[in-house]
C-alpha cells in the first residue's frame, strides 16, 4: 500500500486557471508538508501542516493554500496559474516531526 | 536557507563503499543529523539519522565527528541504484514552528559507475 499518494501524477494546464493537488497519507501522521522542486532541482518548502498549526514560508505566494479536510489529507490549492508555478510539488508526511515519507510528486506544467 | 555544505558531487565504482561527507559547523546541541536521497524523479527518501553516536541501518551508516560539526554517510557497497543526489540535512525533530521542518540544501549527485 502507498503510505503517501499523491494526485495527479501530472497536470497539464493554462495561464490563469485554478487548480488543485490532492495528497493523502495512510499512516496517522500529525504533519503533513508541501515542496516545490524546481526546473534547477532546488527542493524548497512550501508548508506544514497539523492540526495545531500552519506554518507557511514566507516566499510562497498567496495564490497557494493548503487545505485539509481531516488529519490525513493536505491538498494543495492555486489559483491564477503562472508559468513559473511549472515544477514538481511533493508531499510528505510525518509523525512527530520524525522520519518523513514523500509522495512521488506532482509534475506541474502551467502553458 | 541549508546549514549544511556538501560537495555537489560524487563518484564510485559499483561494489565499492559509497563516502559522502557533509560539514554542519553551526549544528546546535538538540539537533540531529538526518540523511535523504533523491533518485530521479522519485520522492525523496529517509536512510538514516542520528544524534552524536554512529549509527547504522539496512541502507548505511552515519558517523558524527565528535565534536558533531561534520559527518559522513556510508554505503558499504554501492550498486547502480544507488546513483541518487544524497541530501544531508539538521534539525531538531520536535521542533516547533519551521524548526522541525527539512530545509534541503543542493546535495551531491553520487553517481555509481560499472
Known amino acids: 500500500d502507498t503510505a503517501v499518494s499523491q494526485t495527479p501524477k501530472y497536470l497539464v494546464t493554462q495561464m490563469g486557471n485554478d487548480k488543485s493537488i490532492k495528497c493523502e497519507q495512510n499512516?496517522?501522521?500529525?504533519?503533513m508538508y508541501w515542496y516545490k522542486q524546481d526546473s534547477k532541482k532546488f527542493l524548497k518548502i512550501m508548508f506544514s501542516y497539523n492540526n495545531k498549526e500552519l506554518i507557511i514560508n514566507e516566499t510562497v505566494p498567496n495564490r497557494f493554500s493548503p487545505k485539509s479536510p481531516d488529519k490525513a489529507h493536505l491538498n494543495l490549492h492555486i489559483n491564477s496559474l503562472e508559468l513559473g508555478d511549472s515544477a514538481v510539488y511533493f508531499c510528505?508526511?510525518?509523525?512527530?516531526?520524525?522520519?518523513?515519507?514523500f509522495g512521488q510528486g506532482t509534475r506541474l506544467t502551467v502553458v | 536557507d541549508a546549514k549544511t555544505t556538501q560537495p555537489p558531487s560524487m563518484d564510485c565504482a559499483e561494489g565499492r563503499a559509497a563516502n559522502l561527507p557533509c560539514n554542519h559547523s553551526t549544528i546546535s546541541g538538540n539537533e540531529y543529523v538526518y540523511w535523504y536521497r533523491q533518485i530521479h524523479s522519485q520522492g525523496p527518501q529517509y536512510i538514516i539519522h542520528?544524534?552524536?553516536n554512529n549509527e547504522t541501518n539496512e541502507m548505511a551508516s552515519l558517523i558524527i565527528t565528535e565534536d558533531r560539526k561534520s559527518s559522513t554517510l556510508i554505503l558499504p557497497h554501492a550498486t547502480l541504484r544507488d546513483t541518487a543526489v544524497y541530501y544531508c540535512i539538521v534539525r531538531i525533530p520536535l521542533g516547533g514552528g519551521s524548526q522541525g521542518n527539512l530545509i534541503f540544501g543542493k546535495g551531491t549527485k553520487l553517481s555509481v559507475k560499472p
Open positions: 542520528g544524534l552524536k
Open positions: 510528505a508526511s510525518s509523525q512527530d516531526r520524525r522520519r518523513a515519507f
Open positions: 499512516l496517522g501522521h500529525d504533519t
